[in-house]
């Protein structure tokens, strides 16, 4: 196993009743720190042929634990393979996997990763615990160290990224349904789907039905007639973002798969199939995003077909939800999650009036008035209306990265307008000397890039400011040469959001 760059366990299952939504969204985490240049390790009971076929060619090492799954057998089983793995991260996804297990994977001495969706049990083993569901917030989760929570962490594998901005102008009448129930549908909702939409009359509807290996109805939907539609049965379909893209409107379940839809902007309309999507299905509604259908148990309600022809025909509210999409899920959530790992315990926040004599202390340390373009020392009044000022700029972001200990050790600021800023950095005096200053300025990227205006990030640098200079290489920056400035020469450098991801 390579050793340059640290790496990653994942222990998550799939099936027919669970699904394979655990393993997939792991699976772009994977993809994401492989694009990083480490290894991945998967600990996993799933047995369906194509989806391990799938997780080989991307690279992963498969490893299947000996113990019942869930077990505290297992868990220290796993914990004693990671170690012997020399693993940096272990990420862990599955509701069947207890407290104890937890626990008992961290008393391993890994650092622990735990994506949760239902703040119903104790996380508090976890060094990190994601919730990638946009009604997720800090008040679900009192009792964790540390919580990256919401939409822009929603783990969207690398295939879907490049058809984020893709999607064209809404047709006046939507033909194309995309049906997905979930990597399992174990209750076949699918079933119900198609046979309602048979019952559809005036048009000829294109279905696209998307199903996946792990469906144990998948004969039962071969054999099904969609009335006067052209149907069409997908089995883990390789290009299923092209398929998302092209789609008038989904016809979904209420799981990780909203998120992709969201990215590419196809209007949803959701059938809740498992009482953990029910938060998902009411804040996408609430959102705007996705229309509700209600419980598959329920489906279809007597309005359902009206409520599906109605959206079908609403090419304005259509629009509407595409851009609402495509604005809440932008698929860099994985590469804002590896940047929060590989720097932690050090997080990002945005500055408050409560930072103002810190920041003014620092920006008057005379190491940073000597890297400056004005030497002179910032009075305090001048600061504070200038301060107050930033806060409520929209032009402007002032982060403030904080150690495990909500320490502040360094802040980085970004000024600009269209989009492109310009970016000031500092560490503080008592943390200097101990590598934090490329991890500082990528924590700040990494917040200002949560915000879509943003693009592109330029800095100019005194030339005779080496050190700093290597800073910004390290963080990625590019540099774009020479030239006069302030009266001296400068160096500058760019990062576009794309470089940065």
């Known amino acids: ?56 060619q991307e690279g992963l090492q498969i490893v299947r634990p000996r113990h019942e799954a869930g077990s505290l057998e297992e868990a220290r089983e796993v914990a004693s393979l990671a170690d012997e793995a020399g693993l940096f991260w272990m990420v862990a996804d599955g509701y069947h996997l207890s407290p104890d297990y937890l626990a008992a994977v961290k008393d391993g001495g890994i650092r622990l990763l735990v994506l949760d ?22 008040a679900m989760y009192p009792k964790v160290k540390r919580l990256l929570a919401g939409s822009h962490h929603a783990l969207l594998r690398r295939e879907f990224l490049e058809w984020h901005d893709r999607r064209g102008t809404e047709p006046e009448e939507a033909v194309e349904i995309l049906v997905t129930l979930g990597g399992g549908d174990p209750d076949n909702v699918t079933r119900k789907v198609v046979e309602l939409l048979a019952g559809m009359e005036g048009r000829r509807l294109r279905l696209k039905i998307i199903v996946g290996s792990a469906n144990p109805h998948l004969e039962n939907l071969r054999q099904l007639s969609a009335g006067p539609h052209e149907i069409e049965l997908l089995v883990n379909p390789p290009n299923l973002p092209e398929l998302m893209s092209r789609a008038g409107v989904a016809i979904s379940a209420s799981g990780s798969s909203c998120w992709e ?42 309005d359902s077909l009206s409520r599906i022809t109605g959206l079908l025909n609403d090419q304005a509210r259509r629009s509407r939800m595409s851009m609402l999409g495509r604005c809440l899920v932008d698929g860099q959530g994985a590469a804002r999650v590896i940047e929060a790992m590989l720097h932690h315990p050090l997080k990002a926040r945005r500055a408050t009036q409560a930072d103002s004599r810190l920041l003014w202390e620092w920006v008057n340390d005379p190491e940073v008035r000597a890297s400056a373009f004005n030497t002179e020392p910032i009075p305090w ?51 200097r000397g101990r590598g934090y200053a490329s991890a500082v300025l990528r924590l700040g990227l990494s917040l200002l890039f949560e915000d879509p205006r943003w693009m592109h990030v330029q800095a100019w640098i005194k030339a005779a400011n080496k050190a700093s200079q290597r800073t910004f290489a390290r963080a990625g920056f590019r540099c774009v040469g020479e030239k006069e400035m302030h009266g001296g020469k400068v160096v500058g450098y760019h990062l576009s959001r794309h470089e940065f991801f």
């Not at 099936?15 to 985490?29: S, T, W």
């Not at 119903?120 to 994601?130: E, F, R, T």
């Not at 969201?262 to 998902?280: K, S």
């Open 1 to 56: 196993m390579s050793h340059a760059f640290p790496a990653l366990g994942i222990r998550a299952d799939a099936g027919a009743r669970m699904g394979i939504g655990h393993v997939m969204r792991c699976l772009a985490l994977a993809q994401a720190w492989k694009k990083r240049g480490g290894d991945v390790v998967l600990y996993t009971h799933a047995e369906a042929p194509e989806l391990l076929g799938r997780l080989l």
């Open 117 to 138: 969706d239902l703040a119903v049990q104790d996380l508090s083993a976890a060094d990190i615990v994601l919730n990638q569901n946009a009604y997720a917030s800090e």
């Open 261 to 302: 839809l969201a990215c590419l902007g196809l209007p949803m309309l959701l059938i809740i199939t498992a009482d953990n999507q029910r938060g998902v299905a009411a804040r996408l509604q609430e959102l705007g995003v996705a229309e509700v259908l209600g419980w598959h148990e329920d489906f279809p309600a007597a």
């Open 381 to 431: 009044e001048g600061h504070q209306s200038w301060f107050e000022r930033r806060l409520v700029d929209p032009g402007c972001l002032i982060a403030v990265i904080v150690d495990g200990s909500e320490t502040p050790v360094g802040q980085v600021r970004f000024e600009g307008e269209g989009d492109e800023v310009v970016v000031d950095i500092s560490v503080a005096p008592a943390m």
